[in-house]
């Protein structure tokens, strides 16, 4: 009883403000994209690469990061994010965690020491902005905050990782920061979502990562609303874009201490990796002209983790299709840009 009063409560001042033009769910967003990452980090370095160019992005005023949302479960995971985002010169970039997750998804590269690296003389490399860990919200409180603060159908979210903080989101009732439902906040705040993830074409298989987490996988396409957007970036277009670990470190040849450079240096990174996770970011902040995709459809999910996409000219549903070789090319030097990329001013 206590609880729905205060959700009567929370919907009435809701209304006020709408009525008093402070919300405009009418208005359509126009700025800059407004993207909340969604990342397994502590695996794979490309999910690294990654938030790096939504922070240089940023820096060149082409974007705005809204926070991080680290799925893969442990406060070593959401330490390697406050890493990135204090280098980087965005401290204050909201972290949340996955606290009721998959219990121990596959490792690939196990960088999740990189928060306490130390130099010679066993004093941190790297410094942190996050005081306490345990202190940092839920995964999908913290989509919850960031959404309800957001214009209408302005947010991009890039979901790079496990589906667990989403299928969290979907299944949330209102709260303290919206009466909203998770179903019905993305529907009204979210323009469009990109995922690394899923098998197309005549090849039927299961996808890595909603195999790890499949009741998360499931409870995720059965909720998330038909009327909004999603593009998949399937595993075989960053398959051709391989960024080696004797490139990485050449390239951030200009200084000793960067996470990225430290991770390859300490790390065994030689494990064919290629620049899946970039191509969902690019997509979402700089649109879909450097793409080839296809037509629209709808997008179901087996119990084997395997992605079926039916055509439909009303479907909400789009996959990126693999480039040529000079696509691939041309994609690893735009990665590379921002890894060349000088210093930040501010740290």
């Not at 949340?96 to 590269?109: E, H, S």
Request: aromatic letters at 10%; charged letters at 20%; hydrophobic letters at 40%.
């Amino acid at each position: 009883m206590k609880k729905t009063k205060q959700l009567w409560l929370i919907a009435l001042v809701w209304g006020l403000f709408s009525a008093c033009g402070e919300i405009s769910p009418t208005e359509v967003y126009t700025g800059v994209p407004l993207v909340i990452l969604d990342t397994d980090l502590g695996s794979s370095t490309d999910d690294l690469f990654a938030l790096e160019m939504l922070h240089r992005y940023q820096q060149e005023g082409r974007c705005r990061l809204l926070g991080v949302v680290v799925d893969r479960m442990g406060e070593p995971n959401a330490a390697v994010a406050d890493v990135m985002n204090t280098w980087f010169g965005y401290p204050d970039t909201p972290i949340g965690l996955v606290r009721k997750g998959i219990p121990a998804p596959r490792v690939w590269i196990d960088y999740g020491a990189m928060p306490g690296y130390t130099d010679a003389d066993g004093k941190p490399m790297f410094r942190r902005s996050v005081s306490d860990y345990a202190s940092l919200p839920d995964g999908y409180l913290l989509y919850r905050r960031l959404l309800s603060a957001a214009p209408d159908h302005s947010v991009s979210i890039c979901s790079i990782g496990f589906v667990t903080a989403l299928a969290a989101l979907l299944q949330s009732e209102g709260d303290e920061y919206s009466p909203l439902s998770g179903v019905e906040l993305v529907r009204q705040k979210v323009k469009c979502i990109y995922v690394m993830g899923g098998v197309f074409g005549k090849s039927v298989e299961p996808d890595f990562n909603f195999s790890q987490g499949i009741s998360f996988a499931s409870d995720f396409f059965r909720l998330w609303p038909k009327e909004v957007d999603m593009v998949f970036s399937p595993m075989e277009v960053g398959e051709g874009i391989e960024y080696t670990p004797e490139q990485v470190v050449s390239d951030i040849s200009w200084t000793d201490v960067h996470p990225i450079k430290q991770v390859y240096l300490k790390c065994n990174c030689d494990t064919g990796q290629r620049m899946w996770d970039p191509m969902a970011v690019i997509q979402a902040v700089e649109g879909d002209g450097l793409f080839t995709l296809s037509g629209r459809g709808t997008v179901s999910l087996t119990p084997k983790a395997e992605t079926i996409f039916m055509p439909s000219a009303t479907g909400n549903c789009r996959y990126q299709l693999s480039g040529s070789a000079d696509w691939n090319a041309a994609m690893l030097e735009k990665i590379r840009r921002f890894t060349i990329a000088v210093e930040p001013e501010k740290r």
